[in-house]
């Protein structure tokens, strides 16, 4: 019987590996994890364009006594969401006077400004985004743009030729640049970019657009035009040539 003991023993002992170890207590269900989880589903509801269910839960954190100050950079950005720009630019402006290096502050700073059509603000807030990670395509695709939108051409062509190094694969970081570069009267490269981005009756309606935008109706027209020679249905060239070859009428 001893024997039999003494081996059942040792058995028990042989099963469990000497390294073994007791797991540690999943993430989930630690007050911390639970936190991390609170936030992420957050991130994933302003993501998703449910704006107010996230204000719900980050209402619910706070009441738990969660600190995290990135409840305050997401509740800003649900509240752009909610139409409310003038309290979500305060919170962003709390929220970099404690965090002045969070180049997501200044992203989501530079898409209100750029909302609000302070231009010259989200340039700088964005360029601010830009000096902090200079690896974020999408920050140089809406620097060049609102830089395109100033009408500074030459620095936009700069800041989108990094977009499109950053990632080619969009096609509106490479219509932006197209139109950036014909804004700097790089017509040549315009339109190539173009061509790159869309098929040809899209391109030279770009084209067109960029031509008609810097007031040269002629040459608008004739890209126009041929936008419709490759594609005669192509709606929107039909409608720039209607437009732009209707004489307007003069006051008497």
Known sequence: ????????????TACVPKNTRVLDEP??????????????????LIERGNPREALILIRTARERGDTDLNLDLHQAAALMQ?????????????YLGRR????RAWRKLGILQADEGRGSESVDSFQRAADLDETHADTWNNLGFMLLSEKRYVEAVEALRTANSLDGTKPRYRNNLGFALAGAGDIGDALQVFMSAALPADAHANMG????MSGNTVNALEQYELALEY??????????????????ETAP
């Open 209 to 212: 657009l960029a031509f008609e």
């Open 82 to 94: 909610t139409g409310m720009p003038q309290e979500a630019e305060r919170l962003l402006l709390t």
């Open 1 to 12: 019987m001893k024997f039999l003991v003494l081996l059942t023993a040792l058995l028990a």
């Open 27 to 44: 993430d989930w269900r630690t007050e911390a994890g639970q936190e991390r989880v609170r936030v992420q589903l957050i991130e994933s």
């Open 231 to 248: 594609d005669d249905g192509h709606n929107a060239s039909r409608e720039a040539v209607t437009r732009l070859s209707t004489p307007t």
């Open 100 to 103: 002045p290096r969070d180049e």
